[in-house]
């Protein structure tokens, strides 16, 4: 079991800047894979960006590129999401999860997180 918690979300203007965190225990954290994703209001959950185990390999959606950054300290069992240029459109529950298999597929995530809120006012 991995377990995942996420924090940093909350209300902020549209061209601001949030960095979530997703802290994780239990299994060994430095061997998954792992990816963020957002369910926006009204939508299905939505890949957002991904990291392998390592941190060498980074995978976002087209909708935030060059505008959000995902990162991990295998060390602090932590993965991040840097968001700058935030939109309104970028509302929405933000999960973090971990795999071994595709990063890009939510039905191929073993463990998720509770999700944090994150709003971007216009």
């Known amino acids: 079991q991995v377990q995942l918690v996420e924090s940093g979300g909350g209300l902020v203007q549209a061209g601001g800047s949030l960095r979530l965190s997703c802290a994780a225990s239990?299994?060994?954290?430095?061997?998954?894979?792992m990816g963020w994703f957002r369910r926006a209001p009204g939508k299905e959950r939505a890949f957002v960006a991904a990291?392998?185990?390592?941190?060498?390999?980074?995978y976002y959606a087209d909708s935030v590129k060059g505008r959000f950054t995902i990162s991990r300290d295998n060390a602090k069992n932590t993965v991040y999401l840097q968001m700058h240029s935030l939109k309104h459109e970028d509302t929405g529950v933000y999960y973090c999860?971990?795999?071994?298999?595709?990063?890009?597929?939510?039905?191929?995530?073993?463990?998720w997180g509770q999700g944090t809120q994150v709003t971007v006012s216009s």
């Open positions: 999860a971990a795999t071994h298999r595709s990063v890009y597929l939510t039905h191929d995530y073993d463990y």
């Open positions: 239990g299994r060994t954290f430095s061997n998954y894979s």
């Open positions: 990291i392998s185990w390592s941190g060498g390999r980074t």
